[in-house]
């Protein structure tokens, strides 16, 4: 089973695991999505490992409902999170215009004043 994704306007709209024979029969358009693709690579199942065999990479990212499809990347891109991210090419990804804190206290982004905040 593989998983599609609906596109309209640009838009995914719904994500389903289906075999292609019955995403044939559907009306609309629907563009295959990798589970286990994220930021451009593909990793291997249930882990944070990068696969070896990285053409199983699609579309830079998991296709999730509210993502657009950009035809010419070729990619599935995540909604912007607040309006100071920055979009990363390479990845199809944002990011905050600060690196979020790593000492293992959780954050959340304040888009007030640009910072990462303690929970």
């Not at 075999?19 to 994220?38: C, R, V």
């Not at 990212?61 to 950009?70: C, E, L, M, V």
């Not at 991210?85 to 206290?105: H, M, Y």
Request: net charge negative; with cysteine; hydrophobic share 35%.
């Amino acid at each position: 089973m593989t998983h599609f994704a609906n596109i309209i306007d640009g838009k995914v709209t719904n994500v389903i695991v289906a075999e292609q024979e019955f995403i044939n029969a559907l009306q609309g358009d629907w563009i295959q999505t990798s589970y286990n693709t994220h930021g451009g690579i593909h990793y291997i199942p249930n882990s944070n490992e990068p696969s070896l065999d990285q053409s199983k990479a699609l579309r830079k990212n998991y296709a999730g409902k509210g993502y657009t499809y950009d035809a010419i990347r070729d990619a599935f891109i995540p909604p912007l999170p607040y309006p100071s991210w920055i979009f990363v090419e390479d990845t199809c990804n944002w990011v905050s215009p600060v690196a979020k804190p790593t000492d293992g206290l959780r954050y959340e982004w304040d888009e007030s004043t640009l910072t990462w905040k303690t929970e």
